[in-house]
């Protein structure tokens, strides 16, 4: 029990070194280096890259900061116009204020969207209300064997609601229970367009509630359409309800209305480890994707063709010094937080190659040289041995800090 109990805090002690140190080293040597921001001018139909106080075409053309301003003037359109300088019309349209704030729109998505913990209940907003402001229902859903509103005040099941909804949705082809529900379940909002909800097969419907009736549409998508993740959008422009990421068949959007499916000029996208940013003004669209060491930028026309291209690829961390030097010294490291998850967990991230094994090595022999120098047998410790080969450092700090003193070699007693 006490040899048990004793290696039981040497697995602790392997966990927390392997969790505090390359938290640390990392925050003494890593030089995290950063994508430079990219802008598309409608001006100059190119792009514009933006590192500290440098403003530059891809080809290296610096602008000063009249000219930046000049050439983005649907993005600094108020500062133009207080320096009078705002153009009236550009490409043939109408540079009018509230067109330009219509159009303009910003979306972000990151891997932490989909490893996320999500709400089990969600209110269902009336979507013709008649009233300027949203109100929050007094019960919220839940699809699993059925559609199910609870009341909040008393924890009761509303049934005649649940009935209602549950029968339209069956008529339509639901197959219960939900995968996906994504919505706005909010009031601070411009309108309600409920939800978009996945069932068990993977189909895609629209489920809102209209004077207190529910509207229920399927929606038609491409064969082995594998939606991993739904995000609705509140854009002024009206334009599309949503975006939709899947795994294999690239970003779509869901237009406003039609129902159609929009992709976006964007391959091998990933959404478990990628992230995208778009903007969107009164001419282009910009869609900006970022990997671990790269970034591409895509600038659509309002038909979404590519109308420019522009990307930067750097080192990756293990590519970099301090990541070399990483990778030699530690076998491993474990983390409780991930870029890529909002959960909190362990993560275990093995170090690439093998330069690591003559670290090990060194930390084994220094494990070897300690026991032989307190007199200790070297049979009743082969198990520190194995765990200080296996982990290096970290299990040379965990079998010092506790010492195998239970197992010390006693000499016979001479009579």
């Known amino acids: 029990m006490i040899k048990f109990s004793r ?15 390359p938290s640390l080293y990392w925050t003494i040597f890593e030089k995290v280096p950063r994508s430079p ?18 403003r530059k075409s891809p080809e290296g053309k610096e602008y000063t900061n009249e000219e930046y301003e000049k050439i983005l003037p649907l993005m600094f359109y108020r500062q133009l116009i207080a320096d009078g300088t705002m153009p009236d019309s550009l490409k043939g349209v109408k540079l009018e204020m ?25 209110p269902m907003f009336e979507s013709q209300s008649g009233k300027v402001n949203l109100v929050m229902p007094e019960d919220y859903f839940r699809i699993g064997k059925r559609m199910e509103f609870i009341v909040a005040r008393t924890n009761r099941i509303n049934e005649e609601k649940s009935v209602l909804f549950t029968d339209a949705m069956t008529a ?4 219960f229970p939900a995968g996906i529900v994504a919505g706005l379940p909010t009031t601070r909002k411009s309108c309600d367009e409920g939800y978009f909800v996945t069932d068990s097969n993977g189909s895609l419907f629209h489920i809102k509630m209209v004077k207190g009736q529910p509207y229920v549409a399927r929606i038609e998508t491409p064969e082995d359409f594998d939606i991993v993740y739904i995000e609705a959008v509140d854009i002024r422009s009206k334009e599309f309800y949503c975006y939709i990421f899947t795994a294999n068949q690239g970003i779509y959007l869901l237009m406003d209305e039609v129902y159609d499916l929009q992709r976006l000029p964007v391959d091998g996208f990933n959404p478990a480890i990628h992230s995208m940013r778009v903007s969107a003004d009164l001419f282009n669209k910009s869609i900006h994707v970022y990997g671990e060491n790269w970034y591409e930028a895509i600038a659509v026309d309002d038909r979404y063709e590519v109308v420019g291209t522009h990307g930067d690829r750097w080192e990756n961390l293990y590519e970099r010094s301090e990541g070399k030097m990483f990778a030699s010294i530690f076998p491993f490291e474990i983390r409780t937080k991930d870029d890529n998850s909002a959960h909190v967990r362990f993560y275990f991230l093995p170090s690439p190659g093998y330069r690591w094994v003559i670290v090990n090595l060194v ?13 200790w047998p070297v049979r009743s410790n082969i198990p520190d041995l194995v765990i200080t080969g296996l982990t290096g450092i970290y299990g040379l700090i965990a079998t010092q800090f506790f010492p195998n003193k239970f197992n010390k070699f006693k000499p016979p007693v001479k009579k």
């Open 7 to 21: 290696y039981l805090l040497v697995a602790v002690g392997i966990l927390v070194a392997s969790i505090v140190i």
């Open 98 to 122: 509230p067109a330009i704030s219509r159009a303009s729109s910003f979306y972000r998505y990151t891997p932490k969207k989909i490893d996320t913990p999500v709400p089990s209940l969600w």
């Open 363 to 375: 930390a084994l022999a220094i494990a070897f040289l300690m026991i032989r120098k307190r007199g």
């Open 172 to 175: 339509e082809g639901f197959a």
């Open 37 to 54: 921001n990219t802008f598309f001018s409608c001006v100059t139909d190119d792009f514009v890259v933006v590192e500290g106080s440098s």
